[in-house]
């Protein structure tokens, strides 16, 4: 999964203006990103079409913020630059949580 490096929003948006995205907001601190991270290369591959990218909230403190994105783990999924679900709760996350959102965003 690439990194995304300290960016903000307008020049995230110009990134994801073509094609499928995942971006997935984490922090090296969070027990509920600690749990979900060893199934994201699963998911990432049970879901080849779109690409996933890892935002440290931490370092990306302003686009969080910026997205209006509080709780992590979050995961926010554009297509062609507009924004079309996010799956964002105080819940932890399970592979079949993450996996069951993205399938009804797909349909």
Not at 89 to 102: G, H, I, M, T
């Amino acid at each position: 999964m690439e990194k995304l490096p300290v960016i903000d929003k307008s020049q995230l948006e110009n990134r994801l203006k073509d094609g499928k995205y995942v971006l997935v907001f984490m922090a090296t601190w969070c027990p509920d990103c600690s749990f979900i991270k060893p199934k994201l290369p699963e998911i990432e591959s049970d879901f080849s079409d779109y690409k996933f990218i890892q935002v440290d909230r931490d370092e990306n403190i302003d686009l969080a913020q910026e997205m209006n994105v509080y709780g992590i783990p979050s995961f926010v999924v554009y297509s062609d630059g507009t924004e079309i679900g996010r799956l964002a709760n105080k819940d932890r996350k399970s592979k079949s949580d993450v996996e069951a959102f993205l399938s009804d965003i797909a349909d």
